[in-house]
């Protein structure tokens, strides 16, 4: 009899969380298919798993037609997904005013718009199975809008609200739809903060626990357990202390800072 293998498909895989969630669905055994602007990272990571199946698709999430097409390619190779995870994200420190329009745009089109076209081509085959789970990476930078991340903040609370959505919108459906909110994990993207980075994770033991936490079928995860504290308790400031704590808080630097 042959072994039902998870099907697993994920964004941003080239390096970060996602080059983690790659390696520990790698390790469970799963069918992975990869997407990530850089060929070259995703070609490495297959290169050094020459025994499991890896399907990799060089593409920018900003690129609809890309994505629906590294959709239709790995549901043709290897059926209909069990897992999607919009993980592909960037952060970028802004400033309105000062000529960062086009960030704002860039960091809106990744995380959030990025979101929803990695979805959009999995939908239809996964409502017509009545299965299937829909993962998407938020932040607890999207529980109240942090001075210099404005288009960050603004993009994960996009994506929090949307993913709620769905998820009340794809119940029906029988598909599940997974929010997880990162606090601070160990990443490129969080290499250069110049800020303290509280309860900082490890991209691996982040990666081990989220998968648990998709296995058994949660709503809403915050990893690590801390930060779903400080975002509670972030989220329950009144608004005049919250600008009085945070008005002089260390920034994200902006381009070329």
Same mark, same amino acid.
């Given at each position: 009899?042959? *072994?039902?293998?998870?099907?697993?498909?994920?964004?941003?895989?080239?390096?970060?969380?996602?080059?983690? !969630?790659?390696?520990?669905?790698?390790? #469970?055994?799963?069918?992975?298919?990869?997407? %990530?602007?850089?060929?070259?990272?995703?070609?490495?990571?297959?290169?050094?798993?020459?025994?499991?199946?890896?399907?990799?698709?060089? /593409?920018?999430?900003?690129?609809?037609?890309?994505?629906?097409?590294?959709?239709?390619?790995?549901?043709?190779?290897?059926?209909?997904?069990?897992?999607?995870? +919009?993980?592909?994200?960037?952060?970028?420190?802004?400033?309105?005013?000062? &000529?960062?329009?086009?960030?704002?745009?860039?960091?809106?089109?990744?995380?959030?718009? &990025?979101?929803?076209?990695?979805?959009?081509?999995?939908? /239809?085959?996964?409502?017509?199975?009545?299965?299937?789970?829909?993962?998407?990476? +938020?932040?607890? /930078?999207?529980?109240? &809008?942090?001075?210099?991340?404005?288009?960050?903040? /603004?993009?994960?609370?996009?994506? %929090?609200?949307? !993913? *709620?959505?769905?998820?009340?919108?794809?119940?029906?459906?029988?598909?599940?739809?997974?929010?997880?909110?990162?606090?601070?994990?160990?990443?490129?993207?969080?290499?250069?903060?110049?800020?303290?980075?509280?309860?900082?994770?490890?991209?691996?033991?982040?990666?081990?626990?989220?998968?648990?936490?998709?296995?058994? &079928?949660?709503?809403?995860?915050?990893?690590?357990?801390?930060? #779903?504290?400080?975002?509670?308790?972030?989220?329950? !400031?009144?608004?005049?202390?919250?600008?009085? !704590?945070?008005?002089?808080?260390?920034?994200?630097?902006?381009?070329? *800072?």
């Amino acid at each position: 009899m042959n *072994e039902v293998r998870l099907k697993v498909f994920i964004t941003g895989a080239s390096s970060g969380i996602g080059l983690a !969630l790659a390696e520990e669905y790698v390790k #469970r055994g799963a069918v992975v298919g990869l997407v %990530a602007r850089r060929a070259e990272s995703l070609g490495a990571f297959a290169a050094r798993h020459p025994q499991s199946s890896i399907s990799i698709y060089p /593409a920018d999430v900003r690129d609809a037609d890309a994505l629906a097409d590294a959709a239709r390619r790995f549901i043709a190779e290897h059926g209909a997904a069990d897992i999607v995870i +919009a993980n592909a994200g960037m952060s970028r420190g802004v400033l309105t005013g000062h &000529g960062d329009l086009d960030t704002f745009r860039a960091v809106m089109d990744t995380n959030y718009f &990025g979101m929803v076209a990695t979805f959009e081509p999995f939908v /239809a085959s996964m409502t017509a199975a009545r299965r299937g789970t829909l993962v998407g990476i +938020a932040s607890v /930078a999207g529980v109240r &809008g942090l001075p210099g991340s404005g288009a960050y903040s /603004a993009s994960k609370a996009a994506a %929090a609200k949307y !993913l *709620e959505s769905l998820r009340v919108e794809m119940r029906p459906q029988g598909v599940s739809v997974v929010t997880i909110a990162p606090g601070y994990v160990r990443s490129e993207m969080t290499a250069h903060n110049p800020y303290p980075m509280p309860f900082l994770m490890d991209a691996d033991r982040f990666a081990a626990k989220t998968a648990d936490a998709i296995a058994r &079928g949660v709503r809403y995860a915050t990893f690590p357990w801390q930060m #779903r504290i400080a975002g509670m308790l972030l989220h329950a !400031l009144p608004r005049w202390l919250y600008d009085a !704590l945070f008005e002089r808080a260390p920034r994200k630097p902006r381009a070329g *800072e």
